[in-house]
């Protein structure tokens, strides 16, 4: 199946003939002002040791975080960046995905040996946040791993693809 380097749901559809449950709109926190709260993480962290960051492990970052109720959520999940897919993945609890791992960068998670894709998907979300683009979490709940590897095989979401050029 020929697909577009920026694949949707209905490409998604045509692949699997699932329909993925929407989850949540993706917002980065904001600050007094009203603008999108940036940091750097890795200028808090003491490198003592010379560590070196990652590819995407210099930021900027955001926070943000999904609501609460998500918490028993298990299956592949998929970013959308104005309705296109960027990024799937599978996980066994979606708040802990969402909210300690890409919602939230530690100094630690820039260096290498640590996370780079934590990295990658907050500051992706950043940028697109930052250029008002509406950034939305679907589920297929319960699909396994292999779902996942499927779409990134066939659709090739644009972060997932970056990321592996890094690995």
């Given at each position: ?8 749901l ?10 993925p449950?929407l ?25 003592r040791t ?10 900027p970052?955001?926070?943000f ?8 959520k298990?299956?592949v ?13 599978w ?36 940028y ?9 979490l ?22 997932n693809?970056d ?5």
């Open positions: 199946m020929a697909v577009s380097n920026e694949p949707t209905q490409d998604l559809f045509q692949l699997l003939r699932v329909t449950e989850i949540w709109t993706i917002e980065p926190d904001h600050n007094s002002r009203g603008g999108i709260t940036v940091f750097n993480p890795w200028e808090r962290f003491p490198n010379g560590l070196m960051l990652h590819a995407w492990g210099e930021g970052f955001c926070r975080k999904i609501p609460g109720r998500f918490r028993d298990s299956g999940y998929l970013i959308l960046v104005n309705g296109k897919i960027v990024f799937s993945g996980c066994k609890n979606l708040v802990h995905r969402m909210n300690q791992n890409y919602g939230t960068i530690s100094p630690r998670k820039c260096y290498d040996g640590s996370e780079p894709e934590n990295c990658l998907v907050n500051n992706r979300i950043l697109a946040a930052q250029d008002k683009k509406k950034i939305t679907y589920m297929l709940p319960g699909a396994g791993p292999e779902i996942s590897e499927s779409i990134i095989t066939r659709l090739s979401p644009r972060w693809m990321l592996e050029e890094y690995q």
